[in-house]
Nanobody
Framework: QVQLVESGGGLVQAGGSLRLSCAASGRVFSSFAMGWFRQAPGKEREFVAAISRSGGSTVYADSVKGRFTISRDNAKNTVYLEMNSLKPEDTAVYYC????????????????????WGQGTQVTVSS
């Protein structure tokens, strides 16, 4: 079992920045690929970014590429999502997710590929 707890959400003006954190406990963090997803009101949850267990491979949704950065600190059992140049359309509940993998490059984009989920943290971007 892995427990995931997100933090760092809040209210920010358009053009501003936030850094989300996701702290993991319960298993060896460095054995898990990690992802961030988001769900806006009235919409389905969508992929934002993912990072391999080693941190050497990252992937992003086109809508956030160049503005968001995913990273991880395996010594701190934490994955981060640095969000810059925020837009009102980035408003959503952000979730982190984890999946156990033996691959050092695996960084999945699909929700079905993840086994563990956090409770989410709200990000609101005002115009």
């Amino acid at each position: 079992q892995v427990q995931l707890v997100e933090s760092g959400g809040g209210l920010v003006q358009a053009g501003g920045s936030l850094r989300l954190s996701c702290a993991a406990s319960g298993r060896v963090f460095s054995s898990f690929a990690m992802g961030w997803f988001r769900q806006a009101p009235g919409k389905e949850r969508e992929f934002v970014a993912a990072i391999s267990r080693s941190g050497g491979s990252t992937v992003y949704a086109d809508s956030v590429k160049g503005r968001f950065t995913i990273s991880r600190d395996n010594a701190k059992n934490t994955v981060y999502l640095e969000m810059n140049s925020l837009k009102p359309e980035d408003t959503a509940v952000y979730y982190c997710a984890a999946t156990y993998t033996g691959s050092y490059t695996y960084s999945p984009r699909l929700q079905s590929q993840y086994d563990y989920w956090g409770q989410g943290t709200q990000v609101t971007v005002s115009s």
